[in-house]
């Protein structure tokens, strides 16, 4: 099973729970150094989607997680279909905050002075897989889960995201305490609830 767009790891210790054999391939550096130290157990290299480092008909299943709209499309997909072996199976994933929570919708209200003007929302690329005629056709399909966190917990989650990270000292200490003061508030622990979309096909 080959995980592109790998990151450092965070998907691919999933997949290993499997019992697949999983290759990463991962573009940036220190990225992909932070994968090979957190899971060792797979097999990491460098690589970018336009031009994976493995063999024609190589791989039984390839799975990208919150990397496929950073894809150059035209190039990419002839990529995956090359090393996938016939009828072998894609899956696009893309976790998100669940907006149809009152928790999710207040932490929005929250996080939204930090956005930067024009930043876009990535699109749901998963169309130019649809569109493809190297793959069969696109099944979609939605999960919900919900992870249970404490203030540090969710401080942490927030305070992660980069356009929040990368905001002035003042600003997210503001914030922090306005977090803390919601978990204070549901009385120590919040239910934090995600979406995962996924989008699964097969190679024509």
């Not at 480092?53 to 090359?82: C, K, M, N, T, Y």
């Not at 009152?102 to 002075?113: C, G």
Request: net charge negative.
């Amino acid at each position: 099973m080959l995980d592109l767009g790998a990151g450092t790891g965070k998907l691919t210790r999933s997949l290993l729970t499997t019992g697949a054999r999983v290759v990463a391939v991962e573009p940036g550096g220190a990225m992909l150094a932070e994968l090979r130290r957190a899971v060792p157990d797979a097999e990491a290299l460098h690589g970018a989607a336009e031009a994976i480092p493995l063999p024609d008909d190589s791989v039984d299943a390839i799975a990208v997680g919150q990397a496929f709209h950073w894809f150059r499309h035209d190039e990419s997909l002839p990529e995956l279909h090359r090393v996938l072996r016939p009828g072998g199976g894609i899956a696009l994933l893309w976790n998100s905050r669940d907006q149809d929570a009152p928790l999710q919708r207040t932490v929005s209200e929250l996080i939204d002075p930090f956005v930067r003007p024009g930043r876009a929302v990535a699109p749901n690329s998963s169309r130019f897989l649809a569109q493809s005629e190297l793959f069969g056709p696109l099944e979609e399909r939605r999960f919900s889960f919900v992870q249970e966190l404490d203030a540090d917990g969710l401080a942490g989650r927030i305070m992660s995201i980069s356009f929040v990270a990368a905001a002035p000292a003042e600003r997210r200490a503001e914030l922090e305490q306005e977090l803390r003061k919601l978990v204070a508030a549901s009385g120590g622990s919040v239910a934090f609830p995600y979406v995962t979309d996924v989008y699964v096909s097969r190679a024509g």
